[in-house]
């Protein structure tokens, strides 16, 4: 393997590595997890008077419950459905084949 074949794979890796990383699901699904867990204890400490307020609906147990669960939803979507870069074949047949000379 040449130096360059072995320099092209190299980036594929670290591109490889970059997009899974900065995905999106991994963001929101970890937001989401850890402000359900931070709500849904604030549920569990809920005291008469904010019970009475909410009518008798616990509603931060049941919205950090929420939270929680759409947090686990991305996380587990991420994690069967990874994301895959494109390869430098794809990338090279997407570039507009009529770009002006210099």
Do not use: C
Not at 30 to 59: E, P
């Amino acid at each position: 393997m040449s130096d360059h074949q072995h320099d092209v794979a190299a980036l594929e890796r670290e591109s490889a590595t970059a997009a899974r990383l900065f995905d999106v699901r991994r963001i929101i699904g970890g937001l989401f997890a850890v402000y359900g867990v931070i709500v849904t204890v604030a549920g569990f400490t809920a005291s008469d008077a904010d019970l009475k307020k909410a009518q008798g609906i616990n509603i931060n147990l049941w919205t950090g419950l929420g939270m929680f669960a759409l947090g686990v939803f991305f996380l587990v979507w991420l994690k069967l459905r990874p994301t895959v870069p494109p390869t430098a074949e794809e990338l090279g047949a997407q570039e507009p084949e009529d770009t002006p000379a210099p």
